[in-house]
């Protein structure tokens, strides 16, 4: 397994860290973060420990894990 890594950003004016072991485009990460947004608003947001939601973008479904702003990013799949 990779070694896990913890990138910080800023997105929509809210800070989070990104928990993955995985390589990530930019855009991925981003297309992320809006679904999580246009789902949660951010009092919602903080309340969430440990929720599952499953992304999908053009090129991979993302299963990740959410803990207040620390977004655990799992697995990627390639959808077909």
């Not at 440990?50 to 053009?58: C, F, K, N, Q």
């Amino acid at each position: 397994m990779s070694e896990i890594d913890v990138y910080p950003l800023k997105h929509r004016d809210y800070f989070f860290n990104i928990i993955t072991h995985l390589d990530l485009e930019f855009s991925e990460v981003r297309k992320i973060l809006d679904v999580i947004l246009d789902t949660y608003d951010s009092e919602d947001l903080l309340s969430k420990q440990g929720v599952s939601l499953d992304v999908e973008t053009e090129k991979y479904l993302y299963h990740i894990e959410i803990y207040g702003f620390e977004i655990v990013i799992t697995s990627q799949q390639v959808v077909k």
